[in-house]
């Protein structure tokens, strides 16, 4: 089904480690549609600014979830939603993660509110037999909100604090290079994190996929603003002129969020 | 009540030079992609013309990451006209507009006269080009950082150029970081415009206090949104006494009467940018709002309100406002 | 963590020419009265200076109402220089600000250079005053509808009147509704200006579309607070590029954040104007902050950060943010 | 207790009728230095634009209540405030009634939200054994909040509606006008309502206190935003050199709100 604007309703909200909001949400057709990694456009009830790109968190039967960190003016107001307040959603947006394969053994990694990308994908490919690791982190242990949802999907949990309070000590990066190979890597977290993913997938051969974020203007491709370089022969690449080294920008919010690793010129 | 028949019966066109649109909303250059990226969430007939992403002589990647900061009822954008160059804009993208169900306006920048003029022609060539608009606040390499639309004499000598180049409706888009924006009204009149698009962005930037850097990629940007609103309004109150060609009001347009606002201190046609990111509905809204409006008052047509509420100034001694 | 007596050891002062600030913190002029209206509601013993209500040399009953619109993020304000005149000003109102346990800048506003000359001198005589702002933004009645700040000649012409007519510190606050500041911003310097003050208020309107007619009593206004902030906060980086003496940035600034911007870009003092509406705390909310965000990165001195993030514009071609 | 800014909470936030909303907040301070007919400027969790000058429409134990309509953009972000949420309110701010006299028969006059200014007062002559007579007007029925807590109050209540839905059909002038002129005449409203009310004052030759609205800045006196004219006589004027015609701009956030119909000039 494709994308439009879902007039929805909230039914609930709750505040799951200080700054970090879940909003529950009654959207039938918008849960029905949505695919994993895909996103939304969360609009603004003040209509002063432009709308939020968050990621679905949840889909089933007619709920949709938002999992977000309050960082500023935007988030803060989605944050003061309640329950029974009305909320439009454009989506579902941009190209999911390519689960056509759902190899054996798949290793996720989620940085901070990356987490809030790789549920769908997580529970999709233990759905159809993979085995899944999810790599958890957060700066410290109140941050690491939602793994029980992992571990009731199926997966299995590893978890990493920058600060040691809770699971190994240190990046998720390190958590994931210190286990055996998996056959996919999905990723989404901050770029420096997506960044030590890309080198290890190369170091170790597995292809990734990574979910890249930005800020965004419009979110459905018309301003250009969310671009990422990519190597002109990507298949995602704009079927633009390149650069003559080879590089073409693509918009995060049509051509991905979710890119491979090896077309990426970041 | 106003019924719905009388809402229909409100004759919401405007004429741009020979160029007559349905409804008078124009969705802002850069901000709508070529209509396609929006087609799923709004009603293409529904609106007045799609002015499409700035075109350029020879493809560029524009500006790095980020390009888009989020500001106090607005935002920055330093894009960098990115785009594929009118060769390939020509032999690729021209065609699929044709089936576009509204108005297509291109948006020609540039860097020389000469690369307007060019430009211009090529696209204004086309059948799927109903008007042209010259952005001509872009940078402008021959004076440092200066723009086109900053200098009344390079605005002049852009425009009479591009005019000569073709016949169709010609509409220059001005930029509000001038001293005086009705002289370069006047100055882009008198060479030849059939139209002012009021206002594009209004320079600016942010920094990110954390890593002590500017937070675009290209260090400046141009603000947009609800913020620039009554810069804007002001802009098309004042170019609107110097012209008697039609302006195309815009700068944070995103509801009934904010729109309402731009008619009434003179466009004649309003142009929505920004708030397609707020709310990809509002042009149809505005159009529904303005039509029901307008039967309430009586009115038979948008033409009726345009520059109504624009009385002139107090006096020269109370004109600047900002002497607080 | 930063201990409290870290951040108590931090140099928060600033030199305004001859001027010592003990916190670089300066109340907007025209927004703060005289400092007695705020007093119940902030320690003023906290703050750099107040910046006085714009004094003229004949009294002025200013523009009819309203003066005040809000918008977006921002509000509209066409007060019109009401004050009683120097005469009034010096007889019955200068002698209370003795006792303010902070600086007192006078700010002098004229429609002429004579009318600046008087009244920053009879101003700059009195020991309340330890500073004077030239408001240069306002009404020049010699040529319509400009200011002295939108034109070069005429700010050198008036700075360098004042500066003869005084050796106390001399701030010129420039306004942003000109093409490229850094003009001004450069005649003002070698004028004789000890400081500059950037910026004063954005020329703005907003119209009443019930009633069809502008909002303001006096159609044109000054737009301030969080809306203006990217434009301030780009003016004072150009500002700074272009000039050697300190700057004051203003335009925005509501929050620890903001005023790092402004520091950040060049800024050596920040003024804050509408955000005392938003609530009057703010300004000594800013002062504990950037003590403790300093103490933070180990920095002793705010003069530490000032223009560390004006690392300069990409190049010519990507200058221009508003090409988009 | 001189004016200050208070840190309150709200305890509970109603809808009286579309988009008329009443706020009931814990002050205590607040509620003990509140004299009839001051305001608050009321600060916005947002921090994005200008307090909002409210009325103080009751005072009692250590609760204070505002009652006001959504017009714009800040009332909107006020009545999203939830029992629980913390609110800044700077005030008591302005000169009050003068209610020294409180003459044996006063007619009170309120036009739709100038309601919110006149509850107080009205309690206090009612105290001091004065014939309080209400004439209060809405443009219909459903927006007459609050006729019951006046009632209570001890208050003589007459209703106008401008459509005739309830009470007299008319204007709130039109009702006091065809009642016996009372000894004092308070009022706030809508401004040509308070310019009928002078007119009706000067023509019966009862004294007026009218309780006048504008947008403010900064709702203290440092701005000059907020000015009515008034003869240079009154000792309400600034002390500043008049013009030739007599008249004076005095603040009404700091001079006023409330003036003597007699001194205003406008
Ligand atoms: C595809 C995609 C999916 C995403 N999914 C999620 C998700 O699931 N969960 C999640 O938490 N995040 C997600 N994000 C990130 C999320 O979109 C951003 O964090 C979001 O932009 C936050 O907006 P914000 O305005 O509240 O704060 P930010 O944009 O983070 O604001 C940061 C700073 O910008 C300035 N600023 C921003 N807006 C304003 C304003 N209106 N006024 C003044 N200053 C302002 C402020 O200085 C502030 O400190 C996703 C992003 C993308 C691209
Ligand atoms: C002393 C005094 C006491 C008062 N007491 C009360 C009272 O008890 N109850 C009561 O209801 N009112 C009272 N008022 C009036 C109240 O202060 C105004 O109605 C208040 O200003 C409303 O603010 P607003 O921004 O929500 O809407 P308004 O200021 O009424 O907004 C009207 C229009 O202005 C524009 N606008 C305003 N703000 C913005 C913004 N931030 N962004 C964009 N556009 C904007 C919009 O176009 C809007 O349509 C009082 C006023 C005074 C002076
Ligand atoms: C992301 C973005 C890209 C833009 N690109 C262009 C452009 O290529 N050419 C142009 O003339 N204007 C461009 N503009 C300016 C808009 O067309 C419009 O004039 C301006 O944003 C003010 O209107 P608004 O507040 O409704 O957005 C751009 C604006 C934005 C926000
Ligand atoms: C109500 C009001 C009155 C002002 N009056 C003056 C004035 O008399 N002289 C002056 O130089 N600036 C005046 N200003 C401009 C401010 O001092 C300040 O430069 C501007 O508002 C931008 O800062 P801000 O956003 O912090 O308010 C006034 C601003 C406001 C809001
Ligand atoms: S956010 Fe507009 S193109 Fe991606
Ligand atoms: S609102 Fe500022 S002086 Fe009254």
Redesign the pocket.
Known sequence: MPARVHDTRVIAREERAPGVMMVTIQAPALSAAVFPGQFVMAELPSGCAAAVALAIYDAYDDIVSLLFFITGPRTRELAALAAGDSLALLGPLGNGFDLRDAPADVAIAAGGVGIASVLLPARELVRRRSRVRLFYGARSAALLVERERFVQAGCEVTLATEDGSEGLRGYVTDALEASAPAKLLLACGPTPMLRAVAQIATRTRVPAQLCLEETF?CGVGG?W?CVVPVAATSPRAPRFPSNEAGISYARICREGPVFMAEELRW | MVSAEDARDVDLSVRIGGLRLRYPTMM????YGSGEEFARFADLARIGAIVL??VTRLPRLGNPMPRIVHTPSG?L?A?G?QNPGIDWYLEHEIGKLAERPCAIIG?V?GFSVGEYVEVTQRLAERPEIDAIEL?VSCPNVASEGETFACDSRATSEVVSAARAATRKPLIV?LSPNVTDITVIAREAESAGADALAV???VRGMAIDVERARPRLGNVAG?L??PA?RPIAVLAVYEAARAVRIPIIG????ASLSDALEFFLAGASAI?????NFTDPRVPERIVDGLAEHLAGQGARSISEIVGRANVGFADVHQYEGDAG
């Open positions: 203007g301003c603003g | 802002g250059s850069g901000c992403k700035s935002m954008n894009i006209l948006s920048a952005n888009k206002i594009n962005t141009g947009s949104g620039i815009q700068g944070g347009i142009g929505i940018g920004t708030a």
